[in-house]
Nanobody, 115 residues
Framework: QVQLVESGGGLVQAGGSLRLSCVAS????????MGWYRQAPGKQRELVAT???????YYAGPVKGRFTVARDNAKNTAYLQMTSLKPEDTGVYSC?????????WGQGTQVTVSS
């Protein structure tokens, strides 16, 4: 089992920045990829970014160039640095950890971007 705890969400004006953190605990050696998803009100959850243990990254189109995903394997922590935030970035951001036979989710953290 892997437990994930996110932090760093909040309210920010458009154009501002936030950094989210996700600390993993438990059987973290089984985790290869960590990622971030978000869900806006009334919309489906969507992938934001992923990062592998080898630090290979993927970004969804809407955040490419504005968000940066990072990972500290020694601290079992993933980060999502968000810059140039837009109102459409508003949503609940959830951390995920992918192991060979399981996917784990954090409880989510709210990000609200005001115009």
């Amino acid at each position: 089992q892997v437990q994930l705890v996110e932090s760093g969400g909040g309210l920010v004006q458009a154009g501002g920045s936030l950094r989210l953190s996700c600390v993993a605990s438990g059987s973290t050696n089984s985790v290869n990829t960590m990622g971030w998803y978000r869900q806006a009100p009334g919309k489906q959850r969507e992938l934001v970014a992923t990062i592998t243990r080898g630090l290979n990254t993927y970004y969804a189109g809407p955040v490419k160039g504005r968000f940066t995903v990072a990972r500290d394997n020694a601290k079992n922590t993933a980060y999502l640095q968000m810059t140039s935030l837009k109102p459409e970035d508003t949503g609940v951001y959830s951390c995920t950890a992918i192991a060979p036979f399981a996917i784990y989710w954090g409880q989510g953290t709210q990000v609200t971007v005001s115009s």
